[in-house]
Antibody, heavy 118, light 108 residues
Framework: EVQLVESGGGLVQPGGSLRLSCAASIFTFSSYEMNWVRQAPGKGLEWVSYISGSGTAIYYADSVRGRFTISRDNAKNSLYLQMNSLRAEDTAVYFC???????????WGQGTLVTVSS | EIVLTQSPATLSLSPGDRATLSCRASQSVSRYVAWYQQKPGQAPRLLIYDASNRATGIPARFSGSGSGTDFTLTISSLEPEDFAVYYCHQRGNWPPYTFGQGTKLEIK
């Protein structure tokens, strides 16, 4: 079965940086688009960023544009999210999610928790 | 940005009941709505996409309908494992993708 496993979360101070990873297996990674979606504690889902299969098309939510960078390494079947200038409101569980032709998000990882606090 | 509004916020029903969850978009999204189920501590699970197509492995008691701005998720006869939070999701005009705020389906 398709597997997506996130890692890299943790506690970071405001203004700090963190890099999340998502390791994919059991499917042809380069044929799928990937997304990051986050969920603040006790809140709903918020889409964060999208990257096409080749990595040439990238989109961000307004709330993270200019601070976060999405990337992928198809040779390593991995997706990344570089998060800089972190704020308290970035505290959330971050999920990676797969899509094809942009839609729908058919498989999700279990998430990794990012806590931004001093 | 398209806003999705789900109603009700909480739905209290009993096993065997029929559940009807609503999702309204602030502008037309054609049929580009999906529904997800999320249980505590778990990732969302895709149930329905393109308004009415069941995802792989999803039981027939789950069905979706709608187009334009009004969408419905129906669970025909609730099983104990169906009590969870449900989110609608649109890609009618993306980026950005947006999600509804969720409907919590709880046991009465």
């Amino acid at each position: 079965e398709v597997q997506l496993v996130e890692s890299g979360g943790g506690l970071v101070q405001p203004g700090g940086s963190l890099r999340l990873s998502c390791a994919a297996s059991i499917f042809t990674f380069s044929s799928y688009e990937m997304n990051w979606v986050r969920q603040a504690p006790g809140k709903g889902l918020e889409w964060v960023s999208y990257i096409s299969g080749s990595g040439t098309a990238i989109y961000y939510a307004d709330s993270v544009r200019g601070r976060f960078t999405i990337s992928r390494d198809n040779a390593k079947n991995s997706l990344y999210l570089q998060m800089n200038s972190l704020r308290a409101e970035d505290t959330a569980v971050y999920f990676c999610a797969r899509a094809r032709s942009g839609w729908p998000f058919d498989y999700w990882g279990q998430g990794t928790l990012v806590t931004v606090s001093s | 940005e398209i806003v999705l509004t789900q109603s009700p916020a909480t739905l209290s029903l009993s096993p065997g009941d029929r559940a009807t969850l609503s999702c309204r978009a602030s502008q037309s999204v054609s049929r580009y709505v999906a529904w997800y189920q999320q249980k505590p501590g778990q990732a969302p699970r895709l149930l329905i996409y393109d308004a009415s197509n069941r995802a792989t492995g999803i039981p027939a008691r789950f069905s979706g309908s709608g187009s334009g701005t009004d969408f419905t998720l129906t669970i025909s006869s609730l099983e104990p494992e169906d009590f969870a939070v449900y989110y609608c999701h649109q890609r009618g005009n993306w980026p950005p993708y947006t999600f509804g705020q969720g409907t919590k389906l709880e046991i009465k």
